[in-house]
């Protein structure tokens, strides 16, 4: 309601501004010769100025007098034009303000407007809104508000991480939980948690870092079933197949067998197995996509590309050997299947193609390093 | 409700604009006071309701209204206040508001400042900036409308574009849409002309000041966004040729010449028909930036969101305006009255050849821009027309213009003489030479295209100089005396020569950039060192750091100079948190006019790829821009130009008074 009063002041005073002049009695208007004549006086002027300051000689000065009166004498001369002052158009166009305005503009904002929709500044939203419980994005509003002035407040990020979570909102979560531990301290929930934020972020790869989460969350709390999942994960996915199976053993045992999760500690088993079995033969080996996809499959799917891809690999190398991804690819396969021979023998083959000092070649070493080939330099 | 009643004024400006559109100029056909009267107040009611309007859109970016959908999309409630409001045209929509805006402003400032115009001609004049209005209100309304809303309203925005959260974008685009718009005055005048059948003198004088305010403002505007997309998008160039940038530059050049033809105009009454054509050339290709930027039919930072029906209704508009305006061109020009003729050696004379050389300039410009875009329209295949060609075709254009530009002001008018003016300018001459040589002697091995480039830009900075000097009576009269005559000389007189003199240090600068600059890419660890120039730079490593809406990491430099560190350059990548979107920051540090510039790239196994330039002298480029649009202004501020009003005469102060 109070939008469209406002609505009808502002008409209103759009049509007057608009009618006062059609309104008036037009006085007398300049013809328009006169404003022309009057540029010219200025222009005389402007030539006094000139020769005051010795800008232009005496003779060109009477030149330009001589041009300027020129143009002076013909717009005295014809001044056609008079205006004419109020006349039975004005009255028309007064009629055309006053129905067209007001109409186009109520029209047109009918067909576009949302009429007496209110403005929602969000700080008016937050606080408005508290109660309203339901809505989970603006609780985490709120909180982030509250947290945004209060960023040392350790509880609000403890709640607000697993909601994150829970939203999707991995990068945030991961922030949140960092804050809990740093301000209220570390516990086996808050460090499994941020462990489940890095490896959602990092694709479903157990990272060192997520790795070291777990690893607090199991000394905090031996046995909890979330960080020794992740953790046996962890190792299978880097391709210590003996000891993610002793791990994942250990899990099933301790864990009723009815558990959420057993289902998927058996098919990691199973997948171990395989992989062991595999491993077995001398064959080669794929990275930790292949691998998870290899889970998938039956066990002689799944050796049958495995083999394939690495010989593939191992073939192509041998014809463009300067593929510096390639070769950490083939080292790395190695490495994962649990086969450090061969990878070394790989390793071996790789570093001939690449100079002392080369980007490749430091690239092979520091692989190497990782994977435990070559003794790891001292870091300072 | 500030939404709505921002939107609601939006609308009423449109049906107010209708009216100034049709009522003026039946007006000024019936000669009725009245109706002609209506006009301004009309400009002046429009203003206000898209002030009203705008007002609105920026509270709902002040206070992170989402439940607007241009506010959701473009803004986020931690960003900077700053940025806030400056993400207000940050945006398609937003922007072709602050368009509209500026538009009736100008309208507003005819109305107001427009007393002494014979009111025939205002009218006219209004109306037709009426008709751009309705135009662009319509688009902004149907296609573009920044007054969306969203039901229910997110929580939180979607944040502006990283590479536009910088102070250039609270500075860049008003600029340039002042410059752009300003240039509509000029067009309305010029139409009005057309309609009317005459061109007053008024006329004449009218349409110079508004051509520099236009023109300073779009200088200071080009010359912000070079300077903006030199240390923001981290490829240390300052000019691309891009089709955004040509889009800008050819009003520049087209609305350059109008500004020295108008002058011819004003004081000889000669080249009106030319004039007129210019003002509506010059228009005409500030609407065609606009389409060329707002129709999706480039892709670039500028492009925003796009959409083909904003693309048809641009062109549309585009089509109907310069259209319109030419054949009304080709139906009047015979019947207006040619002007005074003049003698080729005459101040007249050389402003033709500036014309002449600044056209054809715009022409390869326009024909560069517009070729690749035809061509792929037509057959599909994508060509680039980069910088090779525009080195070829502007360059050579721009070189015999450049040397003729210190003789213009040194002519007399209507008849010159060139010997004396040769004369006058030995010293200049002399002067360039010396600095060529002295380049060449000092850079042994320098290009020689880079020393005569250099002499050029001395030869307009000596020129500049040399007018003022010769003005002032240097070798006829004594110091106090020389010192009285320039304390007397009209203000346009030093905007002049400030504008040449500015020239002259931007060409210095772009030459010495182009000759002399080095670039490096590397990749360095920590305590490396790397060598650019005079200067030898040591990186000191990566650190994390975090901002309101980003964090980045930072890189920084230790800069020393034979051995002594000085001072330290931090270049950084940013990732912006809510769209993810990671930018790179320049470091740079200023040298005296020279700077260092270093960006940071991907991170390796061996370090940190980091790019550093040495580009001595590359800040002429912008400090003469500044001296240009400096220049425009001393000349705006003179005396002169403020006459032209009839109101001035004492004489009729009283009848003025009434009329208006």
């Not at chain 2, 003049?342 to 056209?359: D, I, M």
Request: net charge negative; aromatic share 10%; hydrophobic share 50%.
């Amino acid at each position: 309601m109070m939008f469209w009063v406002l609505a009808a002041i502002l008409t209103v005073a759009a049509t007057i501004s608009l009618l006062v002049p059609l309104a008036r009695s037009a006085s007398r208007q300049d013809g328009t010769n006169e404003h022309d004549a009057e540029v010219y006086y200025d222009q005389l002027r402007e030539i006094d100025r000139d020769i005051e300051s010795g800008l232009i000689a005496q003779e060109e000065a009477e030149y330009a007098r001589a041009e300027v009166g020129r143009r002076l004498l013909k717009a005295s001369k014809t001044d056609s034009r008079q205006s004419r002052a109020r006349s039975p158009l004005s009255t028309a166009a007064r009629y055309v303000v006053i129905i067209f305005l007001p109409l186009m503009a109520v029209v047109g904002y009918l067909a576009v407007g949302k009429p007496g929709m209110p403005a929602q500044p969000l700080a008016g939203r937050i606080e408005a809104e508290p109660d309203d419980g339901n809505d989970i994005t603006t609780l985490v509003a709120q909180a982030e508000t509250h947290l945004a002035s209060n960023p040392e407040d350790g509880r609000g990020w403890d709640v607000l991480a697993p909601i994150y979570l829970n939203l999707g909102r991995v990068a945030d979560a991961e922030t949140a939980y960092r804050n809990a531990i740093r301000l209220l301290g570390s516990t086996a929930p808050r460090q499994a948690g941020l462990g489940r934020a890095l490896i959602t972020q990092s694709g479903g790869i157990v990272t060192a870092e997520a790795q070291a989460a777990f690893q607090a969350a199991e000394e905090l709390e031996p046995g909890n079933p979330l960080s020794s999942f992740f953790l046996a994960l962890g190792l299978a996915q880097e391709g210590r197949f003996a000891e993610a199976k002793l791990a994942f053993e250990r899990l099933a045992a301790n864990s009723p067998p009815d558990a959420p999760w057993m289902p998927q500690v058996r098919a990691h088993l199973q997948g171990i197995d395989a992989n062991l079995a595999v491993a077995g033969e001398a064959a080669p080996g794929p990275d930790e996509e292949d691998v998870a996809a290899a889970m998938e499959m039956s066990s002689e799917e799944r050796s049958e590309m495995i083999g394939g891809m690495v010989a593939g690999l191992d073939a192509r190398l041998r014809d463009n050997p300067d593929d510096l991804d390639g070769w950490l690819r083939l080292v790395r396969s190695y490495m994962v299947l649990g086969e450090p021979e061969k990878a070394g023998d790989a390793l071996g083959r790789a570093l001939e193609n690449f100079e002392d000092g080369s980007a490749g070649r430091l690239a092979l070493t520091r692989a190497a390093e990782q994977f435990g080939l070559i003794p790891q330099k001292v870091e300072q | 409700m500030i939404v709505e009643l921002g939107h609601y004024a939006l609308v009423m400006a449109l049906a107010v604009a209708l009216l100034q559109s049709v009522l003026p100029v039946i007006g000024s056909v019936r000669q009725d006071a009245g109706l002609m009267a209506m006009a301004p107040a009309a400009a002046v009611t429009s203003f206000f309701l898209v002030l009203l309007a705008f007002a609105a859109l920026t509270a709902s970016y002040v206070t992170s209204d989402f439940s607007v959908q241009n506010v959701w999309e473009n803004s986020h409630s931690l960003k900077p206040m700053i940025y806030k409001i400056s993400g207000v045209w940050g945006n398609h929509e937003g922007s072709m508001l602050l368009w509209i805006l500026i538009l009736v402003f100008f309208s507003a400032l005819v109305a107001f400042f427009g007393g002494n115009l014979p009111a025939a001609l205002k009218a006219n004049a209004l109306a037709v900036q009426a008709w751009i209005t309705s135009a662009f209100l319509l688009f902004v309304l149907l296609t573009s409308n920044p007054f969306q809303r969203l039901t229910p309203a997110p929580i939180e925005g979607r944040d502006l574009n990283p590479i536009l959260q910088d102070v250039g974008l609270a500075i860049h685009p008003p600029l340039l849409y002042l410059g752009y718009v300003g240039f509509s005055i000029c067009f309305s005048f010029a139409v009005a002309a057309l309609i009317d059948g005459r061109i007053d003198a008024a006329w004449a004088r009218w349409v110079r000041p508004w051509t520099l305010a236009a023109w300073t403002a779009l200088t200071a505007g080009i010359a912000m966004g070079s300077y903006w997309a030199y240390y923001e998008l981290g490829w240390g160039g300052w000019w691309f040729w891009d089709p955004v940038e040509n889009a800008s530059f050819m009003p520049w050049l087209a609305g350059t010449a109008l500004l020295h033809s108008a002058l011819v105009m004003e004081k000889r009454e000669a080249l009106k028909i030319w004039t007129v054509l210019l003002a509506i050339i010059t228009f005409s290709l500030s609407l065609l930036g606009t389409f060329l930027v707002r129709s999706g039919v480039l892709t670039s930072v500028h492009a925003f969101a796009t959409d083909p029906t904003r693309g048809v209704f641009i062109l549309g508009i585009l089509v109907i305006f310069i259209g319109g305006a030419f054949t009304l061109f080709a139906l009047r020009a015979q019947s207006l009255k040619h002007g005074g003729l003049f003698a080729p050696v005459s101040r007249e004379g050389a402003l033709v050849l500036n014309n002449l050389f600044l056209t054809t300039a715009t022409l390869t410009v326009l024909v560069g821009t517009l070729y690749p875009l035809v061509l792929e329209a037509l057959t599909g295949s994508k060509i680039s027309v980069g910088p090779p060609f525009f080195n070829l075709t502007f360059g050579p254009l721009m070189v015999p213009l450049l040397l003729a530009v210190p003789f213009g002001p040194l002519l007399a008018w209507k008849r010159g003489d060139l010997l004396a003016v040769c004369q006058r300018l030995y010293a200049a001459a002399g002067i360039s030479l010396l600095v060529a040589l002295a380049v060449v002697y000092f850079s042994t091995g320098a290009p020689v295209m880079a020393a005569l480039g250099i002499a050029i830009g001395a030869w307009l900075i000596c020129g500049s100089l040399t007018d003022l000097a010769y003005r002032a009576g240097a070798g006829r009269a004594g110091l106090p005396v020389m010192w009285q005559r320039l304390k007397g000389l009209p203000r346009s007189a030093f905007g002049t020569a400030l504008a040449h003199f500015g020239l002259g240090v931007s060409v210095i600068g772009i030459v010495a950039v182009t000759a002399f600059s080095t670039e490096q890419v590397m990749t360095l660890k920590p305590g490396e060192q790397a060598v650019s120039g005079p200067f030898a730079l040591e990186f000191e490593g990566l650190r994390p750091n975090t901002g309101p809406n980003y964090t980045e990491l930072q890189g920084r430099f230790a800069v020393s100079r034979d051995g002594a560190q000085f001072a330290t350059i931090t270049a950084a990548k940013r990732v912006y948190t809510a769209r993810r979107m990671p930018t790179t920051e320049a470091g740079i540090l200023t040298i005296g006019p020279s700077q260092l510039y270093v960006a940071l790239g991907d991170e390796t196994p061996d370090g940190t790829v980091v790019r550093i330039w040495w580009k001595p002298w590359v800040t002429f480029i912008w400090f003469g821009t500044v001296f240009m649009s400096v220049g425009g202004i001393v000349s705006l501020l003179d005396r002169r130009l403020r006459v032209g009003a009839p109101a001035a005469s004492k004489a009729r102060a009283a009848t003025a008074g009434q009329a208006t």
